[in-house]
């Protein structure tokens, strides 16, 4: 046993907001570079990061619209 489990659809989303939230530090890095020393690499670099959260969000958005309705009935 190799210590390797499926993810699950829980678990995918929870890996999509992870993956969100290591590419908001980068941004607050890129962002940091940019302000220190403006270069049109770092500014493309914001600009792919920015499109890879969009790719993200849309990737979030459709996995809620999939996903089952919780019970919300017990608090």
């Known amino acids: 046993m190799n210590g390797f489990t499926a993810s699950s659809r829980e678990n995918d989303h929870v890996q999509t907001v992870r993956t969100i939230a290591r590419i908001a530090q980068m ?7 940019y302000v220190e020393r403006p270069r049109e690499d770092t500014l493309a670099q914001i600009e ?10 849309d990737d979030l958005a459709r996995r809620n619209k999939d996903a089952p309705e919780e019970d919300s009935g017990s608090l």
């Open 27 to 33: 941004l607050v890095e890129l962002r940091d570079e």
């Open 48 to 57: 792919q990061r920015l499109d890879d959260m969009i790719r993200l969000r």
